[in-house]
Structures are given as structure tokens and as C-alpha cells.
């Protein structure tokens, strides 16, 4: 009894607050975005506001269920945890049926369910019991092998078995914990120079060069990775000698390139692969000859930016499912394409701008009733919070999030144990990912890929995927009132 007091003191009550007030926000947009003429009231458990009511009750009472188990059961039990998940993930194909492309969902009678959802919880129980083990530390990317598999597997599973991209990008998310425990700014500089890499072979990859044969895409890339090596030899290493070693050698591939395309045409594609390697070649001599394990990990960057480069194409034409090309070839200024995979972020972007300053009120929204937006109730809600509320109700919802997560980001300070801590930042990475992508796409500034927004979309799955990582966080800092008695 006293054990259930101290954990009911030690409830963060601001976070239940914050999340509440985001959840039934969502739930009186829901109503407004599907909201029709003669549609019944808000309270009709037959309409999507009806039913959202219905997973939002069950949501609080599986959060009240979490709060009530003992909090060492989520250290001691982490693994079995992730092991079924991941046969749950397996087999999730095998028994879903065909939903635009994917195979994520399992029906149980009249509900259903998208495990991918709840992976992301247990995937951080996973790695905040790893990565909270006696002794270890993050000193270099070998001790992040471990917890980059933990993500990676399921990851894997449910972008190629599944085929739903939105929710495996999302893993991406656990390295802002990863980044808090000690891996380098340095691994977050290769993910945002990958991200570039990518956009420019797509983006001008069937553009043929003015000279020779090769694409603009491979071409720009590979100068710009030349470009990082030479600027972090230049300002990290301040090693002038291998700089100009580099830079001397690589002018001299693209000059013999050229020389010879005046007899012959060249491809420059070859070019700049012989450039890597022996920018490759010459930093892994440096690093050997002069014990210099800094100039080891660029000569890494080079190696796997040259195969990211090459594999680009693979992945956007072989990986990612003809809708998603279309979209990032929009987005990207490939294609013009209003009607097809362009309408969604257009009409999106009408309603937005529509709502002004205030909003055209509650259930007034002329985009939303109409039905102009496709998903508007689920991915493309925020266009309605645009419509109704206007800027105001828009810029409050932000700061309701970012109230949350600075929130849980203090909870995850506080913790007296690494585990807690860990654990609290893989779930402010979670929420950040997905307000940032989910606003992101519907302003047209991201590729649209399919991710709720959270505790606010229509969705039991998602809903209850999010009150889970939120409720095990508070169990796991009610938990720290008691130990700080101990």
C-alpha cells in the first residue's frame, strides 16, 4: 500500500495534463474533420470521433494498467519483450492483407492493429536495457553495434517485409538517445550528409553531363564528399600535409579524366569512383603510418558515403514502392504533378493558408468538409487544426508538444538510473521525429510517408503504441520517489 502511495505522489501529473490536453484536441479535430452536414453528434460511437473517444478511454485505462506493474519488469523482461516483437513483426505479412502496398496490418475481429506501432516501445526497452548494463560506455562507434542492430532488425523487417517506409524511418529517431550517452556529433553529421547525398543522385542523377558520359548526380556527390573530407582535414584534423595530398591527387583524377575526353569519351561516373579511392587509400595510409585513429574514421565516411551513392539508385527504384518515388520526385522538383501526387500537399496547403490568423471556427472549415484533403482525419489532421483554429491554433499545438517533450527531456535528467534515463530520451526522440516529419510533409517542406501525429491522428494503434512509451516513462520516474527514500 505504501509502495502504491509513493508511486501516485510520484506521478508527473504535467505530463498526464499535456497529454491529455493534446489527445482531446485531436479528438474535437477529428470530429471537425470528418464532420458532414448530416452527421450525427460528437458522442455517436458509429462516426470517427465516436470511435477515437473509444480508444482514447481505453488508451487512459491501459496507461492506469502500466502505472500499477512493478517497474523492474520492464528492465528484467526487456529482452523477451523485444524477441516477441520481433516475431510479431515477422509474421505481421504473412498474416495482413494488402492496404495500399502494405502488409502492417493484422485484423482481430472488428479491430484492427498495426504492430509496427508498438515495436518503437519495445525496441527502447531493448536498447535502454543494453545500454544501461554495468560498465558500459560509449567510447566509439564499436560500442554502438549492438544498439544499432537492436534498431536496425526491426527497422529492416517493416521497411522490406511490410513495405511501410513511414514507420521504419522512425528508428532513426533512437539516436538522439544514443547521441545523449556519448556517440559523436560526428555520426549525426554523416546521417545529415547522407541525406544530401541522396537528394542530389536522385535529384540530377538523369541529367547527363556537358562533357563525356556519367550523371550530374554522381558527379555532384562525389565532390561534395570530397569537399567534407578536405574541410574536415582542414578544420578537425589541421592536417595540412594530407590535405593537400588529397586535394593534389584528386584534381589529378579529374584532370587525366578530362585530358583523355578530348580523344575518348570518359565516364566520369569511374572518375570520381577512383577519386574516393584513393582519397581512401591515402587517409588509411596516413592513419596507419602516423597511429591516427581520427583519420581511420574518415577514411570510413568515404568508404560507406562511395557505396551509399551507388546504392541510392537501388534503394529509390527497388525499395521504396512506386507512390513514394512519385512523392519525392514532386518534392523534389522532378515532376509537376497537382492532381496526382502533388494533391494531397496542395490541398493541404489551401486549407492552411485558408484559416489566416483565427481560423474560420469549429466545424466551419470549407477544405475539410468538403473533402478536399484526402487522410485529413489521420496523417493530414494538421491541415484542419490550419482551417479552424488558424495560426493561433496551430502555433498552440506546437507549443504543446514542445512543452511535452521539454518535459519528458526533464523527467530523463532527474532519473537516478541509466536505464530510466535512457529510456525517457528514446521516447523525446520518438515524439520529436514524428511532429517534425508528420508537420513537415503537410507544409510540403518533407516527402509525405505516412506518419500520425502523435496522441492527436485518428488511429487505436497509434494511440495506444504512444500512451504505452508515455505511461512505461512515468511508471519509470514514479518509480525514482521511492528509491530516492531507499
Known amino acids: 500500500m505504501r509502495n502504491n502511495r509513493s508511486i501516485i505522489s510520484g506521478i508527473d501529473w504535467w505530463t498526464i495534463i499535456l497529454f491529455l490536453a493534446i489527445a482531446l484536441f485531436g479528438w474535437l ?45 520492464y528492465d528484467v523482461l526487456g529482452y523477451i519483450f523485444y524477441g516477441a516483437m520481433l516475431l510479431l513483426l515477422i509474421i505481421t505479412p504473412i498474416l495482413a492483407r ?66 511501410e517506409t513511414g514507420s521504419a524511418l522512425v528508428f532513426i529517431s533512437f539516436l538522439l538517445a544514443f547521441y545523449r550517452q556519448g556517440m559523436s556529433g560526428y555520426v549525426l553529421g554523416w546521417g545529415v550528409v547522407s541525406i544530401l547525398l541522396f537528394i542530389l543522385v536522385i535529384r540530377f ?80 595510409w596516413q592513419a596507419i603510418k602516423n597511429r591516427k585513429t581520427s583519420l581511420a574514421w574518415i577514411v570510413g565516411f568515404v568508404i560507406i558515403s562511395a557505396v551509399l551513392c551507388q546504392g541510392c539508385d537501388f534503394a529509390f527504384h527497388k525499395i521504396l514502392q512506386p507512390h513514394q ?50 487522410e485529413q482525419d489521420t496523417d493530414f489532421i494538421f491541415c484542419t487544426v490550419g482551417e479552424e483554429w ?20 526533464h523527467l530523463a535528467e532527474r532519473q537516478r538510473d541509466t536505464f530510466s534515463m535512457i529510456y525517457a530520451y528514446c521516447v523525446a526522440g520518438i515524439l520529436l521525429f514524428h511532429v517534425t516529419i508528420n508537420i513537415g510533409m503537410v507544409l510540403g517542406l518533407l516527402p509525405v510517408i505516412g506518419i500520425p501525429l502523435p496522441f492527436f491522428s485518428y488511429g487505436g494503434s497509434s494511440l495506444w503504441g504512444f500512451t504505452l512509451l508515455l505511461a512505461i516513462m512515468l511508471r519509470l520516474d514514479a518509480a525514482r520517489v521511492y528509491k530516492m527514500q531507499g
Open 205 to 284: 542523377g538523369e541529367i547527363a553531363l556537358p562533357i563525356g558520359l556519367g550523371s550530374m548526380g554522381m558527379l555532384v556527390s562525389t565532390l561534395s564528399i570530397e569537399a567534407v573530407v578536405l574541410g574536415l582535414l582542414f578544420v578537425h584534423e589541421k592536417d595540412i600535409r594530407s590535405l593537400i595530398i588529397v586535394g593534389a591527387g584528386v584534381a589529378v583524377c579529374y584532370g587525366i579524366g578530362l585530358l583523355l575526353n578530348i580523344w575518348i569519351p570518359v565516364n566520369f561516373n569511374y572518375i570520381g569512383i577512383a577519386s574516393l579511392a584513393y582519397t581512401a587509400v591515402c587517409l588509411l
Open 325 to 374: 518515388r512519385i512523392r519525392i520526385e514532386v518534392l523534389l522538383g522532378m515532376k509537376d504533378d497537382p492532381t496526382g501526387a502533388g494533391y494531397n500537399v496542395n490541398q493541404s496547403l489551401i486549407a492552411i493558408g485558408s484559416g489566416q490568423t483565427i481560423g474560420k471556427g469549429f466545424l466551419q472549415g470549407t477544405q475539410t468538409k468538403l473533402k478536399f484533403v484526402p
Open 390 to 409: 488558424g495560426f493561433v491554433g496551430s502555433a498552440g499545438l506546437l507549443l504543446l508538444y514542445l512543452a511535452l517533450i521539454l518535459r519528458i527531456i
Open 98 to 163: 494488402d492496404i495500399k502496398g502494405s502488409l502492417s496490418w493484422i485484423t482481430i475481429g472488428p479491430i484492427s492493429l498495426q504492430p509496427a506501432e508498438f515495436a518503437k516501445c519495445f525496441t527502447a526497452i531493448a536498447v535502454a536495457k543494453y545500454m544501461s548494463r554495468y560498465g558500459y560506455k560509449v567510447r566509439d562507434l564499436r560500442d554502438l553495434i549492438v544498439p544499432f542492430l537492436l534498431i536496425g532488425v526491426p527497422m529492416m523487417i517493416i521497411m522490406v517485409a511490410q513495405k
Open 29 to 73: 479535430n477529428i470530429y471537425g474533420s470528418s464532420y458532414s452536414f448530416d452527421q450525427t453528434s460528437i458522442w455517436d460511437f458509429s462516426n470517427r470521433a465516436g470511435k477515437q473517444l473509444v480508444w482514447l478511454a481505453t488508451a487512459v485505462g491501459l496507461g492506469a494498467i502500466i502505472l500499477m506493474i512493478e517497474e523492474k519488469a
